[in-house]
C-alpha cells in the first residue's frame, strides 16, 4: 500500500480567495488524482495529475477553477481559485502504486474546505 | 455514462448479524471494481479490489462479489461488530478513474 498525506487537513476561506492543497507520497506511484466529495454526496472525479505536464480534467471541471501541478512521481498540488460557498467539500487525493496490489487504488485523508 | 447505485442507502443491524451490501453498475465494460469504507469526516480506506476477471474476493470477515453480465456486485460482511459501522462505498474502475456510488451508511448496535 501506499502512505498519503495531505496538507492542510482542513481549513475555512473567504470567498474569493485560493487555497492550494498538497498531496504527498511515501511511494513512486503511477498514477495521481483529485477528488471531490461535496457535503452529502460521493465522490466525484476532478482530474488527472499527470508528471511533467497539463493535468486531464473531467467534463465539468477547467484548469481555470482547479489547476494542478505534479513536479515529480510522489507529489502534486490541487488549487481551488477564486473560492465560492459552493467549493465547500472535501478534497482527496488518490495514487495508483507500483508495489503492492496492482490496480488498487489508496486515498489520502483529504482536505475539508469550508468557504465563507 | 457510468452509473452506479447502491442500495440501502442507510443499514442498521444489530451485532452479531451478517450484512449484504448491494451494488449495480450500468456499464459492464469495467476494469476493475473496489470497495471502500470512509468513517464520517475521514477519507477512504481500501477494503477489496476485484478484477475484471474474478468472481469473488475475500479478506478476514469480507467478501465481496462480482457479476458483471448482470452489472451488479455485493459485500458481505459476517458476524458485524460495532467497529464495523461506517459509509461503505462502491467505485467501478475503467482507465484507472473511479465512478462511485452514493454509498451505504451502516450502524452496528451493540
Known amino acids: 500500500s501506499a502512505v498519503i498525506s495531505q496538507k492542510p487537513s482542513r481549513d475555512i476561506c473567504q470567498r474569493g480567495t485560493s487555497l492550494t492543497i498538497q498531496c504527498q507520497v511515501d511511494?513512486?506511484?503511477?498514477?495521481m488524482f483529485w477528488y471531490r466529495q461535496q457535503p452529502g454526496q460521493s465522490l466525484t472525479l476532478i482530474a488527472t495529475?499527470?508528471?511533467?505536464?497539463?493535468?486531464?480534467?473531467e467534463s465539468g471541471f477547467v484548469i481555470d477553477k482547479f489547476p494542478i501541478s505534479r513536479p515529480n512521481l510522489t507529489f502534486s498540488t490541487l488549487t481551488v481559485s477564486n473560492m465560492s460557498p459552493e467549493d465547500s467539500s472535501i478534497y482527496l487525493c488518490s495514487v495508483v502504486t507500483t508495489s503492492g496490489s496492482p490496480d488498487t487504488q489508496y486515498f489520502g485523508p483529504g482536505t475539508r474546505l469550508t468557504v465563507l | 455514462k457510468q452509473e452506479v447505485t447502491q442500495i440501502p442507502a442507510a443499514l442498521s443491524v444489530p451485532e452479531g448479524e451478517n450484512l449484504v451490501l448491494n451494488c449495480s453498475f450500468t456499464d459492464s465494460a469495467i476494469y476493475n471494481l473496489q470497495w471502500f469504507r470512509q468513517d464520517p469526516g475521514k477519507g477512504l480506506t481500501s477494503l477489496l479490489l476485484i478484477q475484471s476477471s474474478q468472481r469473488e474476493q475475500t479478506s478476514g470477515r469480507l467478501n465481496a462479489s462480482l457479476d458483471k453480465s448482470s452489472g451488479r456486485s455485493t459485500l458481505y460482511i459476517a458476524a458485524s461488530q460495532p467497529g464495523d459501522s461506517a459509509t461503505y462505498l462502491c467505485a467501478v474502475i475503467n482507465d484507472y478513474k473511479l465512478s462511485f456510488g452514493a454509498g451505504t451508511t451502516v450502524t452496528v448496535r451493540a
Open positions: 511511494s513512486q506511484v503511477t498514477m
Open positions: 495529475a499527470n508528471q511533467g505536464s497539463e493535468a486531464t480534467y
